[in-house]
């Protein structure tokens, strides 16, 4: 896409077409005719913190906004504009922001939206941080916050009844792979007046689209699939342009920015998302019916799984069943070390996504500052493992588990 183009389109009507052509397309060329240089074939990293004008008027537009344009890297970047895009034509949505990491998405998106006296409806299996957010940070801001029993979907929409001003879903959670009803709780969460944010995160937009399904914002955690290789860090938010616009205005002040070069891996990343995803699903479902025909496995967690609590909800609002899967062993912690130890491919580690199979136990990675009482309340095994299924070949993950539950 270099230089003058013979087609009859404009820029806006090949836009358009790429945001209706299929998530692969939408993924290698979101947001990419926004940004060529002297005919480079990918998105130049344009580090420069400052851009110049060489009259002020044209400054002053584009400091107005009336005029497209940068000012200042905080708060917008022509590379990390071109990833932002990608994730809203990904996403299907009007409009993006993106921050330094997940973690930075999720507090602008609730800082940004939220003031005092305001409540927030959302799970008890929500990401580690966030749950965080809720119960001491949050609270702090005197913004009221329930948790509800994850799978409890009348609970929570008798919660959302209550009032409430943000209703906040995951689905699949975190690390038992519950399936919230998307749909249903949307539409509670709109008839209470609330706006309802989804983190897509373990689904990805090629598995889910939180939007479709109801929801006014999706976030991500870019670091885990959108970027897929772990070697960067980023987040991004995107739906309702109302909604977007306040979230960015906030984070153009706090300053959570991703960096243009950072933006550069991700969006490198995301060029080859839907390839590594549909890999995922087929690796992690092939591991998943592995694990629940071995003996030395308890119970597997995995919604693609027929007999999985969630796998009628997540047959419905899921193209895919993802690349997360965790399962228990008969024995105890003993095993679980054993086991892990053994396994020759995956990476010992935490965070997911990644091209590589990441492993670890919850009771030693997310869930690590809670007791095995508070463990055993959440639903989660002490000899629970959670796995990120990579993109390695299925039979060459399959020898590998098989030899290191021989043990
Ligand atoms: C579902 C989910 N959301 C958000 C985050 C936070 O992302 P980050 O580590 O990029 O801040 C994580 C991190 O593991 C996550 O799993």
Redesign the pocket.
Same mark, same amino acid.
Not at 101 to 104: L, Q, V
């Given at each position: 896409m270099t230089g003058e183009r013979e087609d009859d389109l404009d820029d806006e009507e090949r836009r358009t077409e790429i945001e209706q052509a299929g998530p692969g397309t939408r993924a290698v060329w979101g947001g990419e005719l926004e940004l060529s240089w002297q005919g480079a074939t990918q998105v130049p990293v344009v580090n420069s913190v400052t851009f110049g004008f060489d009259d002020v008027d044209t400054w002053l537009d584009v400091g107005a906004g009336r005029t497209p344009g940068h000012i200042y890297s905080r708060n917008t970047n022509p590379t990390v504009q071109v990833f932002e895009d990608k994730v809203r034509a990904l996403e299907g949505a009007p409009a993006a922001t993106s921050f330094a990491? !997940?973690?930075?998405a999720?507090s602008n998106t609730l800082f940004g939206l939220l003031k005092p006296g305001d409540r927030v409806v959302s799970l008890r299996d929500t990401?580690g !941080?966030?749950s965080r957010l809720f119960l001491e940070f949050l609270p702090r801001f005197g913004i009221d916050v329930e948790l509800c029993e994850t799978e409890d979907v009348e609970a929570l929409e008798t919660a959302i009844r209550d009032g409430c001003d943000l209703v906040y879903l995951?689905s699949p959670t975190?690390p038992t792979m519950k399936i919230v009803d998307l749909p249903r709780l949307a539409r509670a969460g709109h008839e209470a007046g609330a706006v309802v944010v989804v983190?897509n995160?373990?689904a990805t937009p090629i598995n889910q689209r939180p939007l479709e399904l109801g929801a006014d914002l999706v976030l991500h955690?870019a670091?885990?699939f959108l970027g897929g290789h772990s070697d960067a860090? !980023? !987040?991004a938010v995107c739906g309702r342009e109302d909604l977007v616009r306040e979230i960015f205005r906030f984070r153009e002040i706090n300053g959570a920015s991703l960096a243009p070069a950072v933006a550069y891996l991700l969006i490198r990343g995301i060029k080859t998302l839907e390839l590594r995803v549909l890999r995922q699903n087929e690796n992690a479902l092939g591991l998943a019916r592995f694990l629940r025909d071995h003996r030395a496995v308890d119970r597997v967690f995995y919604p693609g799984l027929e007999d999985d609590k969630g796998h009628v909800v997540a047959a419905r609002q899921m193209s895919g069943f993802g690349g997360l899967l965790s399962f228990s062993l008969t024995g105890d912690f003993g095993d679980v070390k054993r086991v892990l130890e053994r396994l020759r491919y995956a990476h010992r580690a935490a965070?997911?996504g990644s091209v590589g199979t990441l492993i670890g136990p919850p009771a030693v990675t997310s869930h690590v500052e809670l007791t095995p009482e508070d463990r055993a309340r959440l639903g989660i095994p002490e000899t629970l493992i959670r796995c990120s299924v990579g993109i390695e070949n299925l039979g060459d993950i399959l020898a590998d588990f098989h030899q290191a539950l021989e043990t």
């Open positions: 990491t !997940g973690m930075a999720i990401y !941080g966030t995951e975190n983190d995160t373990f955690s670091t885990k860090m !980023g !987040g965070s997911l």
